[in-house]
């Protein structure tokens, strides 16, 4: 991943993850982010609120962004499972 720090990789491809994002690849990793508990259960609720997809992007990578290095590589990891094609794109893997 480089030598920048993960939150600062998420914020490097931010634009481009908010933009590229399919609806159901943030969905499932809201899902997953909530079962490593990386989101908190309101987080969650939070997320499922905005409708338009890319608000939801934006509050996903903002949110896992501001927990810091751990959660940001895990959101990474998670999100390279889901949507390797992009992820490979972003310079993420």
């Given at each position: 991943i480089g030598s920048n720090p993960p939150n600062q990789k998420?914020?490097?491809?931010?634009?481009?993850?908010i933009d590229?994002?399919?609806?159901?690849?943030?969905n499932s990793l809201l899902d997953k982010l909530l079962e490593k508990k990386v989101l908190t259960d309101s987080e969650r609720?939070?997320?499922?609120?905005v409708?338009?997809?890319r608000d939801k992007a934006r509050f996903v990578i903002d949110t896992v962004r501001k927990k810091g290095d751990a959660a940001s590589s895990e959101m990474m990891?998670?999100?390279c499972?889901?949507?390797?094609?992009?992820?490979?794109?972003?310079?993420?893997?």
């Amino acid at each position: 991943i480089g030598s920048n720090p993960p939150n600062q990789k998420l914020l490097d491809v931010r634009s481009c993850f908010i933009d590229g994002t399919s609806g159901p690849v943030l969905n499932s990793l809201l899902d997953k982010l909530l079962e490593k508990k990386v989101l908190t259960d309101s987080e969650r609720e939070s997320a499922d609120e905005v409708k338009n997809r890319r608000d939801k992007a934006r509050f996903v990578i903002d949110t896992v962004r501001k927990k810091g290095d751990a959660a940001s590589s895990e959101m990474m990891e998670f999100f390279c499972e889901l949507d390797p094609f992009l992820c490979e794109h972003l310079d993420l893997m």
